[in-house]
């Protein structure tokens, strides 16, 4: 098992273009979740999903789209970047209910 | 509105002492709290799991417990080790199944 695989782990953009940070696991996981986390702010929830087709905003979604097509994948879009956007990103999922949480490696975002 | 609290921040201790650390949630629906360890640039690794029906979980030095009517729960640290300096998260499942994050307690252990 490959466990939560984020890509790319490291990426620059530039103020206004958009992107997709990618993330998959392979542990048939309902409830999958996108993360930032920043200095002095602790990790905050963007969005996440209870399973393929169901997906609910977090703390802090705005400037963030997010699909659930399958159970598998699970992809962050950035719509038009901010420098306010610059963060480190973790996707994470579980099985839902009374199961722990799998963390990604992380995808580090600087937007200049 | 579920907040979690770690305190304190940041800790040193010298190696070999035992140490606990602090975690406090507002709302007692939860299903499960879990401990985590961040290293620098890194990602977050589980450290135990506890569910809301239980009041203890051990993994070799490390033991957690949970008070969830207190909203309280503790993450002891036997023997400290400098390769346990790290920064230690707990997070609240909730029963909608968001889970919510403390800040982290900053740990460094003095060789």
């Known amino acids: 098992n490959a466990g939560v695989t984020q890509t790319p782990k490291f990426q620059v953009l530039k103020t206004g273009q958009s992107m997709t940070l990618q993330c998959a696991q392979d542990?048939?996981?309902?409830?999958m979740s996108w993360y930032r986390q920043d200095p002095g702010m602790g990790l905050r929830l963007i969005h996440y999903?209870?399973?393929?087709?169901?997906?609910d905003q977090g703390e802090v979604p705005n400037g963030y789209n997010v699909s659930r097509s399958t159970t598998e994948d699970f992809p962050l879009r950035l719509l038009s970047a901010a420098p306010s956007q610059t963060s480190v990103y973790f996707c994470?999922?579980?099985?839902?209910?009374?199961?722990?949480?799998?963390f990604g490696s992380g995808t580090r975002l600087t937007v200049v | 509105k579920q907040e979690v609290t770690q305190i304190p921040a940041a800790l040193s201790v010298p190696e070999g002492e035992n140490l606990v650390l602090n975690c406090s949630f507002t709302?007692?629906?939860?299903?499960?709290l879990q401990w985590f360890r961040q290293d620098p640039g890194k990602g977050l690794t589980s450290l135990l799991l506890?569910?809301?029906?239980?009041r203890e979980q051990t993994s070799g030095r490390l033991n957690a417990s949970l008070d969830k009517s207190s909203g309280r729960s503790t993450l002891y640290i036997a023997a400290s080790q400098p390769g346990d300096s790290a920064t230690y998260l707990c997070?609240?499942?909730?029963?909608?199944?968001?889970?919510?994050f403390g800040k982290g307690t900053r740990l460094h252990i003095l060789p």
């Open positions: 994470a999922s579980s099985k839902t209910g009374w199961n722990g949480y799998t």
């Open positions: 542990m048939n996981h309902e409830y």
């Open positions: 999903s209870v399973g393929a087709g169901i997906t």
């Open positions: 709302d007692s629906a939860i299903y499960n």
């Open positions: 506890i569910q809301s029906s239980q």
């Open positions: 997070a609240v499942r909730r029963e909608d199944d968001k889970i919510i």
